[in-house]
């Protein structure tokens, strides 16, 4: 079975654009099959972009996107609030796409293949994922375990899930090391901001 985080090159490609305006700026995604979202936007990433525009009122952030897919909310992010972006995923033909994206909406940011934090080697003021929960726990808890070490002493991560695919255990799990808060909460999505000790 194929999954949004497999690596298939021989999987067909039929490209499809996807548009979507917010506030006064039009920004356009190129998906592809074989990566998460293809057909439309998921609402929880949505949800992710409009909390941060909504509550981060900090200027020139160093942001990193991790499981950035074909690059939804880094670009978002890189356009709408000029930040620093880097983006990151396992997925191959999201990372390709990612990089035509920033093309398309005229941004610059840094796009990187890495499992994980396996090629991060930055520290970061943000760390933002909607995160891969197919992927399995492992997965998923690393990337939120991982956060701590790659954000700054003031470094936030910002993170969306559902409440019924395990956002309290998740803020339980976290809890152990960072400082937890439901920052929104919206047709069962949770956004989680936590914050080093
Ligand atoms: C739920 S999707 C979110 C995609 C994108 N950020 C969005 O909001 O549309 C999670 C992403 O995590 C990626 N992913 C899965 N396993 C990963 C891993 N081990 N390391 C890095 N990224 C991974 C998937 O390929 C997928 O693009």
Not at 99 to 106: G, R, V
Not at 136 to 151: F, H
Request: charge should be positive; glycine fraction near 6%; include cysteine.
């Amino acid at each position: 079975m194929e999954h949004y985080f497999t690596n298939n090159p021989d999987l067909k490609s039929e490209l499809r654009t996807i548009r979507y305006k917010y506030k006064e700026y039009e920004l356009t995604y190129l998906s592809d099959n074989g990566v998460f979202s293809k057909d439309k936007l998921d609402f929880g990433s949505t949800l992710l972009l409009n909390t941060l525009y909504e509550q981060k009122k900090e200027k020139n952030l160093k942001v990193l996107d991790i499981g950035c897919g074909y690059g939804f909310i880094g670009i978002a992010l890189a356009k709408i609030l000029k930040w620093k972006v880097t983006m990151c995923d396992i997925n191959k033909r999201a990372l390709h796409l990612a990089e035509k994206n920033c093309l398309e909406n005229n941004i610059k940011a840094e796009v990187l293949e890495s499992n994980i934090y396996e090629n991060i080697t930055n520290i970061y003021d943000l760390i933002i994922t909607n995160p891969p929960i197919r992927a399995g726990k492992d997965v998923v808890y690393g990337i939120l375990d991982g956060a701590r070490d790659r954000l700054e002493a003031k470094g936030e991560l910002w993170f969306v899930i559902r409440k019924d695919q395990g956002a309290k255990s998740a803020i339980s799990h976290l809890e152990k090391t960072m400082n937890c808060e439901i920052v929104e909460k919206s047709k069962g999505f949770y956004i989680i901001k936590a914050k080093k000790r």
